[in-house]
């Protein structure tokens, strides 16, 4: 299956084994690579020497097709291996028929060289590979390429005039305010006292608020 329709010379298709993640993960993390995943393969990679455009942050970017046993959500197993490789992945993550696609912006891990840490995580929907509408743009750098990529899978906001450290500061910030509002929500439901249900419904309201104005600066 070939989702991006990228050229030939970016092409690596080449299966990883499970076992080459082994010394970053538990016992328990182990099982997962066993019980979900069918293959890893590296398909493609985005370079200075496979496309012909520079890089200054993103070195590069690979591409990484995993073919699932059971149809479940693994980021547990996806932030294993995004944080055991040094460079950006564009996952492709498919089970029978269907697909979601899942990117991290990351950067070095400041004192453990060998593992980077993930600022953020991107991704779709499960969807069939017919409705795919992401795309990699060879245009301008690598840099370009991913940060153009991240804003695609931003797609209800339009973020394409921020930086990508500005994308990751927005989703960021709604994620902490949507889960305000679903604790709030809880705590009110569980509430007794009418004085303490008021002013939990008041702040309520203000993270409400607060969250509409965002998503409404960037729509």
């Given amino acids: 299956m070939e989702l ?18 082994d010394s ?36 590069e970017i690979q591409v990484f097709k995993i073919e699932l046993k059971v149809k479940q959500e693994i980021q547990t197993v996806l932030d ?9 992945i564009i996952f ?16 070095p891990h400041p ?3 060998d593992n980077a840490v993930i600022d953020w995580t991107f991704r779709t929907d499960w969807l069939l590979p017919s409705q795919n509408k992401y795309t990699l743009q060879l245009k301008k750098s690598i840099d370009a390429i991913y940060h ?16 990508l450290k500005d994308l990751i500061a927005f989703n960021k910030e709604v994620d902490a305010l949507v889960k305000e509002i679903t604790k709030l929500k809880s705590e009110i439901a569980g509430c007794n006292q009418f004085k303490n249900k008021v002013d ?14 965002l998503l409404s600066e960037n729509e």
Avoid: G
Avoid at 4 to 20: E, G, M, S, W
Avoid at 80 to 88: E, H, L, R, T
Avoid at 148 to 163: A, G, H, I, P, R
Avoid at 200 to 213: D, F, G, I, P, R
């Fill in 4 to 21: 991006f329709k990228l050229p030939h010379t970016t092409i690596v298709n080449r299966v990883i084994p499970k076992n080459a993640f």
């Fill in 24 to 59: 970053y993960t538990t016992a328990k993390q182990k099982k997962l690579f066993t019980e979900l995943i069918a293959r890893i393969t590296w398909t493609h990679k985005l370079s200075p020497d496979t496309i012909n455009l520079e890089a200054k942050d993103i070195k």
């Fill in 80 to 88: 294993i291996i995004d944080k055991s490789i040094p460079y950006n």
């Fill in 92 to 107: 492709v993550v498919e089970h029978d028929t269907m697909i979601y696609i899942s990117t991290s912006s990351k950067h």
């Fill in 111 to 113: 004192i453990n060289e």
């Fill in 148 to 163: 153009d990529f991240c804003v695609q899978l931003s797609e209800k906001y339009s973020m394409s005039n921020k930086t």
């Fill in 200 to 213: 939990l419904n008041l702040k309520l309201k203000a993270k409400e608020e607060k969250l509409q104005s």
